[in-house]
């Protein structure tokens, strides 16, 4: 199955329990999916050539 990184931006902590729960689900369909929380360059570059969720929320 694929491999998705899901990249986190929030203030508040909404943002990162939607991309806990979307992590849940890709993992229960087969998906090898990777939250990151506090992302840096070095984070995304293995994701160049897979797939990526950036979940973030306006204040």
């Given at each position: 199955m694929a491999e998705i990184g899901i990249f986190v931006g929030t203030m508040y902590g909404n943002s990162?329990?939607?991309a806990e729960e979307a992590e849940a689900i890709l993992t229960a369909q087969g998906h090898k999916a990777t939250v990151f929380e506090d992302p840096e360059l070095s984070d995304w570059l293995p994701y160049?050539?897979?797939y990526v969720l950036v979940v973030t929320s306006t204040t």
């Open positions: 990162l329990l939607v160049q050539d897979k």
